[in-house]
């Protein structure tokens, strides 16, 4: 069973992803790349994190931007610790 973060836990999520947009039911955030590539190669590594996990983000791509919205429908749409172990593997790709 998926664990859902607590209001303390969403707290903590903030200070610890501050670049994410953070509430108790998602995380979200954006980047933008030099083209549309390097927006694409960084798509594909983000997907194949997310298959390893089995946790599957919301994309939007426009040209250049990326945009990642992470919540968990299993559990009604709320965030869990597998969210942010996603987001901690999808900024380890950005760093």
Do not use: C
């Not at 927006?39 to 996990?53: K, R, S, T």
């Not at 089995?54 to 939007?60: A, C, I, L």
């Not at 919205?69 to 760093?95: F, M, P």
């Amino acid at each position: 069973m998926l664990k859902t973060l607590t209001n303390e836990d969403v707290k903590k999520a903030q200070k610890r992803f501050p670049e994410w947009d953070i509430n108790e039911y998602s995380m979200q955030r954006k980047w933008m790349f030099k083209d549309f590539s390097e927006a694409l190669a960084f798509i594909v590594q983000v997907g194949i994190n997310a298959e390893l996990l089995q946790h599957h983000p919301t994309f939007t791509n426009t040209y250049n931007t990326v945009e990642i919205y992470l919540t968990t429908h299993d559990v009604g749409n709320k965030l869990t610790t597998r969210d942010l172990e996603l987001a901690q593997r999808i900024s380890s790709i950005t760093s």
